[in-house]
């Protein structure tokens, strides 16, 4: 990252989300420290349209937050019988019709769902508390690095709610399912070390070399070909549904498509 966030010209910047772009690196930030990054469907409807704006040149994106928290979860004035300004509360989506619930819930998710597309490689710089819908947004990046004050919980099956803003599959995927099942249902936090030790994130630094220590990771991402970062993510992420055999064989179509690229040799 060559620039700061705050020296480009920002491509979004609407409801406490900015996109700025510098090359082949796009930095998402959470800019509304007042309310420690406290989510709404404004926030999440800006998120999704940060992952539509997208240049093609990108192949890392950062998310990042201002302020002391990463992200303080939902917003509870969604627990109020009002709601949000120009919203329908939860309690009027409760109300509803199921498939309209359930096409509402789906409009939210997708704020988080983009990050693990297979054109580019997330990484979430996490400091401070990372809450319910906080603690999702981070595991619906590729990769975490987390400061050391990091305070990882999920809070919503003590709200009465469960996680829906699709953090149960990655959070099983990195911990197991105990273990996942656990920090759920107790919604303890999780700190640095045990979130290292358990695979929830990659590395853990002192706040003040949060950033830094981003920009060497994406800076080495970048280092590689950008088709066999792809190709490998793609691999990787297919491995947990395949059979071992399966895989093999995926292996084996993967890298002919790149020998095949590297010799300039068509299909």
Known sequence: ?????????????????????DDAIATVTLTNPAKRNAQSPALWRALTEAGRQLPGSVRVVVLRAEGKSFSA???????????????PSFVDLARGADAELDATIAEYQEAFTWWRRSDIV????????AVGAGFQLALACDLRVVADDVQFAMRETSLGLVPD??????LVGLVGYARALEICVTGRFVAAEEAVNTGLANVAVPVGQLDDTVRDLAAAVLAAPRDAVVETKALLRGAQDRTYEEQRAAERQSQARRLRDLAGVGD
């Open 1 to 21: 990252m060559a620039s700061s966030d705050q020296d480009l010209v920002p491509v979004l910047d609407k409801d406490g989300v900015r996109l700025t772009v």
């Open 165 to 170: 803003l699709t953090g149960t599959h990655p």
């Open 122 to 129: 997330s990484v979430a710089a996490v400091q401070g508390h």
């Open 73 to 87: 979860g939902l917003d509870r004035q969604a627990f109020t019988p009002e709601g949000f300004d120009g919203e």
